[in-house]
């Protein structure tokens, strides 16, 4: 896996993604610093945005402690793709989304200008919206977020 992630095409590392998805079920909350190091190098959306909601979801579903002990750190944090993720974990969860924790991870980032957070807000918004709708107009209504934010979370309410 380290030795496809290290090569220069991204097709390698798209290669190393796909065989991660494929062993979902294999991973361990002794997993999430390799993870995390994928994340922080060969940084792109596409890559993040498969380890967050697969890899990083399903560590943080099968070991809640790490959601306090690792992620939430990633939330607060300084780097892009570890706060992305942060915002971007619980993405399939629909109704055993821990709500407080989105939410408090949307509004901690929420004053950024980065392009990727905003959008990742928006994201987690919208997925989030097909189980929750109301929670997620009323999140939207009170709380000052950028607009690719509220217009990528509103798309289904």
Same mark, same amino acid.
């Given at each position: 896996?380290?030795?496809?992630?290290?090569?220069?095409? &991204?097709?390698?590392?798209?290669?190393?993604?796909?065989?991660?998805?494929?062993?979902?079920?294999?991973?361990?909350?002794?997993? $999430?610093? /390799? =993870?995390?190091?994928?994340?922080?190098?060969?940084?792109?959306?596409?890559? =993040?945005?498969?380890?967050?909601?697969?890899?990083?979801?399903? %560590?943080?579903? =099968?070991?809640?402690? !790490?959601?306090?002990? !690792?992620?939430?750190?990633?939330?607060?944090?300084?780097?892009?793709?570890?706060?992305?993720?942060?915002? $971007?974990?619980? +993405?399939?969860?629909?109704?055993?989304?821990?709500?407080? &924790? $989105?939410? &408090?991870? %949307?509004?901690?980032?929420?004053?950024? &200008?980065?392009?990727? +957070?905003?959008?990742?807000?928006?994201?987690?918004?919208?997925?989030?919206?097909?189980?929750?709708?109301?929670?997620?107009?009323? /999140?939207?209504?009170?709380?000052?977020?950028?607009? $690719?934010? !509220?217009?990528?979370?509103?798309?289904?309410?």
């Amino acid at each position: 896996m380290k030795n496809l992630w290290k090569k220069e095409e &991204r097709e390698y590392q798209y290669a190393a993604l796909d065989y991660i998805n494929k062993s979902l079920s294999l991973l361990t909350k002794d997993h $999430l610093p /390799f =993870v995390e190091k994928l994340i922080t190098s060969k940084s792109s959306w596409d890559t =993040v945005d498969s380890l967050a909601p697969n890899a990083v979801g399903q %560590i943080a579903k =099968v070991y809640p402690e !790490v959601k306090d002990e !690792v992620i939430e750190n990633w939330a607060l944090g300084d780097h892009l793709w570890l706060r992305r993720s942060s915002i $971007l974990f619980q +993405i399939k969860y629909k109704g055993m989304t821990e709500e407080c &924790r $989105l939410y &408090r991870y %949307i509004v901690h980032n929420a004053s950024s &200008r980065e392009f990727f +957070i905003q959008k990742g807000i928006g994201w987690a918004l919208r997925e989030y919206s097909k189980t929750n709708p109301e929670s997620v107009r009323q /999140f939207i209504e009170v709380h000052e977020l950028p607009s $690719l934010s !509220v217009r990528e979370g509103s798309k289904y309410i």
